[in-house]
């Protein structure tokens, strides 16, 4: 009448007859492209970043976190940098708060002994030069 009749079903196994690796299927797939889309690039940032931090050196331009973009005058210690963001104004930052460096300067020539007196005597003699008494012309 108005409650149909209940037929006996047919007895499965608990995982509807599909093997246990074959439902574990979609959810390995979608680890795995969670993995090479999220995690991979993610640690891979951090670790550029840790190390770009760990080269940082007196003269590198940076930008905070903040935004302030300014000159590493001095290293303090692992923890911290001193920064110029202006003519006589420096900042004590923490090193982690260092968002990116803009531009390395290039490393100075190391001269040898020889090459250093040699500098130092032409720049004494322009010295003497620049004192000496000049003659004038007489017209």
Partial sequence: MLI???????????????????????LVLIF???????IRPQQKKAKDHKAMLEALRRGDRVVTGGGIIGTVSRVLSAE???????????????????????????????ESAKE?????????AKREDETAPREVDKV
């Fill in 116 to 124: 250093r007196d040699t500098a130092k005597e032409r720049e004494s």
């Fill in 32 to 38: 795995v492209v969670f993995y090479f889309l999220l």
């Fill in 4 to 26: 149909p009749p209940a037929f006996a079903q047919g007895v499965t196994s608990f995982f509807g007859g599909q093997s246990v690796a074959l439902q574990m299927l979609p």
């Fill in 80 to 110: 911290e940098v001193q920064i110029d963001i202006a003519e006589n104004v420096r900042v004590r930052v923490l090193r982690s708060t260092i968002a990116s460096v803009l531009s390395k300067p290039e490393p100075a020539p190391r």
